[in-house]
Nanobody, 117 residues
Framework: QVQLVESGGGLVQPGGSLRLSCAAS????????MGWYRQAPGKQREMVAA???????NYADSVKGRFTISKDNAKNTVYLQMNSLKPEDTAVYYC???????????WGQGTQVTVSS
């Protein structure tokens, strides 16, 4: 069983920055695609950014050029650097670990990000 613990959410003004962290309980980054998803009130959960075991990244069009996903294999932690935040980025952000070789998928508990003046 893998546990994912997110941190770093909060209230920020438009144009500001936040960095989210997701710590995994085990050394899974060599076999997992790690992702950040978000869910705003009344909307479906959507993928924000993902990073594969090999380090390839993918972003939602709405965050390209503003968000950066990265990982530290030694710390079993994945990050989401969010710059130039907009009110529409307000959502609960979830960390996800997808391990297709063992057919397991894990979610963190979520962290709230609120962008408001």
């Amino acid at each position: 069983q893998v546990q994912l613990v997110e941190s770093g959410g909060g209230l920020v003004q438009p144009g500001g920055s936040l960095r989210l962290s997701c710590a995994a309980s085990g050394s899974i980054f060599s076999i997992a695609t790690m992702g950040w998803y978000r869910q705003a009130p009344g909307k479906q959960r959507e993928m924000v950014a993902a990073i594969t075991s090999g380090g390839s990244t993918n972003y939602a069009d709405s965050v390209k050029g503003r968000f950066t996903i990265s990982k530290d294999n030694a710390k079993n932690t994945v990050y989401l650097q969010m710059n130039s935040l907009k009110p529409e980025d307000t959502a609960v952000y979830y960390c996800n670990a997808d391990l297709p070789l063992v057919k397991h998928n894990y979610w963190g508990q979520g962290t709230q990000v609120t962008v408001s003046s």
